[in-house]
């Protein structure tokens, strides 16, 4: 009988915000039927905003399934949400899906956001590909989306 704690798979869908995270794990989610779980929504306004809020990390992931998706890029921003969504997943495996569309792409994901949210600042060039690099450097194997 195979181990069930190798059996859970999680595809984290990571990169810049307005990369298209969510639009993927969305679009994979609704394909094939699965949970998806926005991780940026486990605040209820910006940590910058309310640093002392704790985040809802646990009724995102309380989910008894083999196989769903996640997206989000706090967890790389604040350290201790890293160790609280690792923590709950505990052994599944994770699956990387860095979404790295072109810079011109990028910009066009960016004034579709600006127009629901008006905070969001745009990256520079060499910036969003920093960013695109921290992202493959943390995850080491992974699968882009271009």
Not at 49 to 76: E, R
Not at 82 to 97: E, F, P, Q, S, W
Not at 104 to 116: F, G, L, P
Not at 123 to 144: H, N, S, V
């Given at each position: 009988?195979?181990?069930?704690?190798?059996?859970?798979?999680?595809?984290?869908?990571?990169?810049?915000?307005?990369?298209?995270?969510?639009?993927?794990?969305?679009?994979?989610?609704?394909?094939?039927?699965?949970?998806?779980?926005?991780?940026?929504?486990?605040?209820?306004?910006?940590?910058?905003?309310?640093?002392?809020?704790?985040?809802?990390?646990?009724?995102?992931?309380?989910?008894?399934?083999?196989?769903?998706?996640?997206?989000?890029?706090?967890?790389?921003?604040?350290?201790?949400?890293?160790?609280?969504?690792?923590?709950?997943?505990?052994?599944?495996?994770?699956?990387?899906?860095?979404?790295n569309p072109g810079y011109d792409q990028y910009q066009?994901?960016?004034?579709?956001?600006?127009?629901?949210?008006?905070?969001?600042?745009?990256?520079?060039?060499?910036?969003?590909?920093?960013?695109?690099?921290?992202?493959?450097?943390?995850?080491?194997?992974?699968?882009?989306?271009?």
């Amino acid at each position: 009988m195979a181990d069930k704690r190798y059996l859970k798979t999680v595809f984290w869908f990571i990169g810049p915000s307005c990369s298209g995270k969510s639009h993927y794990s969305e679009l994979l989610s609704q394909n094939f039927q699965l949970y998806c779980a926005h991780l940026d929504c486990a605040y209820t306004t910006s940590p910058d905003i309310l640093p002392n809020q704790t985040p809802d990390y646990k009724s995102l992931l309380n989910v008894d399934l083999d196989v769903f998706f996640i997206d989000g890029i706090l967890p790389f921003i604040y350290n201790q949400d890293m160790i609280t969504v690792k923590n709950l997943l505990g052994d599944a495996r994770i699956v990387y899906v860095i979404v790295n569309p072109g810079y011109d792409q990028y910009q066009t994901n960016y004034m579709i956001r600006k127009a629901s949210a008006p905070s969001t600042t745009i990256l520079a060039k060499e910036k969003y590909e920093t960013e695109i690099f921290k992202y493959k450097t943390f995850a080491k194997k992974y699968i882009k989306i271009n």
